[in-house]
């Protein structure tokens, strides 16, 4: 049996199908092989910021995978996420060194000032909080990064302010919209 | 291209160098970038193009130069003086262009050149950082990138190559001390129609960050490694693992393996021999058990990454069935110097035992945190005291961590110890990848074991049953201890399940996991009594609200209250 390609089969918004093309476009790389299958997960997530039910069946379906083994893979890894992200994510490290110098105060105080558990979004899905296991800045403990911005040497108060900051951003360009 | 080619190249590019007037090196490194280096280079680039200095000097972005926690970190050479600056501003940096050029450096903010945290050390692995553009392979040519593998292809056997790394001494560097001669030799030895090489970056430690910076900053080094071994072994494809929290290392490898690729040096016919090589790279997901060398296979291969019992072993049975040599990156990063220079020479470095180098990266509680390469055997004292700098703060030394999550504290009592493969084992610790953190008082041992678990518990893939349920239950125990609510009887119950967790996990993860508990009982056995008897946290880290079950008669006051309000 021969599974059509997204590109030709997709309707809808002109921005869902451009992301299952950048995918198609990876699958092809990989030459739809099935031990292939992090990549193109990885560049699914890529394209569409998380994987949903939808884009791991596609996935399933073109590599020729049962799904259950898509769905066990894509869970099994931290990396991806199969919840929809906020606007900006902010990752806080809790590697040893940024344990030592006070990473495990930053993060519960950040979630008590964003009313938000580690590993969720805010309500008003402006913000994903995360943590890691360690991303190998060590001297700069306790370091976080917000989008893709490395932020090191934090204490509360400043972590607080980046983060505000960035979502006033957000808010500013929201108001800006309307 | 083949050998003259690469020679004239080589030579080429060196000319080119020594043409130049000036060249800078700005350390273009994450820790650096986030202190300020982008808007140094910034304020350099337009100074050169304000002044029209371009022929006279360059500005190479280099990658790492060690001393972290000074960044911006800034390195000249006049007249064959070399000066590193430290926490430079864009201004001070043009000055100390302008300056430079004009052949007087400046003083102010030059780090002393005797400063024991480079007089100690002995770069072999990390020879090239701070000296090259890594995104520019004729730089790593020019400091004999490549060099290595002309000469072993066109010069010796695949079994001399072995030969020579085995009597280099050269131990695998991910953690294990393995001999790596003997792995090459076993894979070489190993009949199949096809073989595999891996390079293990998936460097899940916290609180480690070597294989990441040796990635960064000289790619080049790890491919050639790979390569060599390739040939050694008999390999025709080579796989490098990164982990997914370290995108730059990622571009630069793949920029690195086109740049080389397109030269020649890599691919089909390398250096016009008959040998062909190709490495592709592998972005992980953020698995720690993917460190594992099974399960990183099996992360290769596109499945869940989850060990498998050995034997069989990688060298008779890896990627899809055939033959793999897996090691670590820092280890391929040693083949190269160990093969240009001789096995003599890298033996003469280290222990009886443990030969060569170890990078570490130092960071926690010390006044220079940062990346160090330092010869085997060297004592703890030495590194934290001398490289390091000692404690900030007046900080009172209580325990240096080793080996992540699978390793231990070595306590003040132990600083003498060489450190080497064996001596660290004998304290119940490990030498690990090399993340060396540094702790004062006012660490709580039992809250750093607690730390531990709960990372071992997250990380445990969940295929075998001690290492699944195991961590669980040591973490709750210890819980219970930094909340309070321990009894002695707990702590027996510890280190029973630590005795069991260690005996019968499946693979490295559980099988270590106890290691930092059993280490912490060892050396800190009065933190934890002073928890569970006197309910009373030393360092002030562990809140102990909490009461043992068994006590809770004595305060049947409050339980009553509890009662009625539920």
Redesign the interface.
Known sequence: MTVPMASSVKEGENGHELKFQLVDKSLKKCQFQQDALIEVLHSAQEAFGHLDEEILDYVSLQLKLPPSWVYGVATFYNFFTLDPQGEHVCVVCLGTACYVKGAGEIIARLEEALEVEAGSTTADGSLTLMTARCLGNCSLAPMLTLDAEVLGKQTLESTIAAIEAKRALVAAAAEEEL | MNLTALTELAEQELQRQQDLKLRLFLCYS??C???GAEAVKVALEELIKEQDLAAQLEVVATGCMGP??RGPLLRIVVAGEERTYEKVTPEQACEILLHGLAGNPIETGALPADIPFFARQTKIVLGNNGWIDPGKIEHSIARDGYAALAYVLHEMSPEEVCNEIKKSGLRGRGGGGYPAGVKWNLVRKSPAERKYVVANGD???????MD?TIMESDPHRVLEGMAIAGYAVGAEQGYIYV????PLAAARLTKAIRDAERCGLLGSRVLDSSFNFRIDL???????VCGEETALMT????????PVPRPPYPAQSGLWGYPTLINNVESFANVAPILHRGADWFAGFGTEKSKGTKVF?L???VVN???IEVPMGISLRDIVFEIGGGLPDGGQFKAA?TG?PSGGCIPAEYLDTPVDYESLKELGSIMGSG?L?V?NET?CMPD?AK??ME?CM??S?GKCVPCRVGTVEMYELLKRITDGSAMLGDLETLEELCGLVQETSLCGLGMTAPNPVLNTLKYYRAEYLAHIEENCCPAGVCQLDQVPLLKLPEHAAELAIFKEEN
């Open positions: 994450t820790p970038i986030s202190a972290c926690s460097e899940g430690d916290p609180g480690a960050y990441r982990r997914g929290e370290y592998r972005v992980g997901a953020g698995a720690f992360s290769i291969m596109g499945r869940r990454g989850q990266a960071c926690g509680e945190s940062g990346l961590q992540g993340g953190i702790m660490s750093v730390f531990f990372f997250d990380e893939c």
